[in-house]
């Protein structure tokens, strides 16, 4: 079992940054793959990035390719996305998940997720 924390989620302007994390604790992090996923009122959750359990491998959905990185830190057992460039359709609730096994972009292969964080664009 692992727990999920996010935190890093705020209002930000157009053409602004933000760095969200995802704190983790419970069973070993560092065997975990992670993804972030989000789902803004009335749409259904997607998937916006994963990264394998070295890092070595990352994974972006193709809206975010180039403005988003995904990071993790296994001695802290914290993930990280670092936005940039955001844009007002980014607003949603931001989502870390963890899953054992090889990287995947359906929010249905994550078994665990924590509770969200919202990130709000505004132009």
């Known amino acids: 079992q692992v727990q999920l924390v996010e935190s890093g989620g705020g209002m930000v302007q157009a053409g602004g940054s933000l760095r969200l994390s995802c704190a983790a604790s419970g069973r070993t992090f560092s065997s975990y793959r992670v993804g972030w996923f989000r789902q803004a009122p009335g749409k259904e959750r997607e998937f916006v990035a994963a990264?394998?359990?070295?890092?070595?491998?990352?994974y972006f959905e193709d809206s975010v390719k180039g403005r988003f990185t995904i990071s993790r830190d296994n001695a802290k057992n914290t993930a990280y996305l670092q936005m940039n460039s955001l844009k007002p359709e980014d607003t949603a609730v931001y989502y870390c998940?963890?899953?054992?096994?090889?990287?995947?972009?359906?929010?249905?292969?994550?078994?665990?997720w924590g509770q969200g964080t919202q990130v709000t664009v505004f132009s």
């Open positions: 990264i394998s359990w070295s890092g070595d491998s990352t």
């Open positions: 998940a963890g899953r054992v096994g090889p990287l995947r972009t359906a929010a249905y292969e994550y078994k665990y």
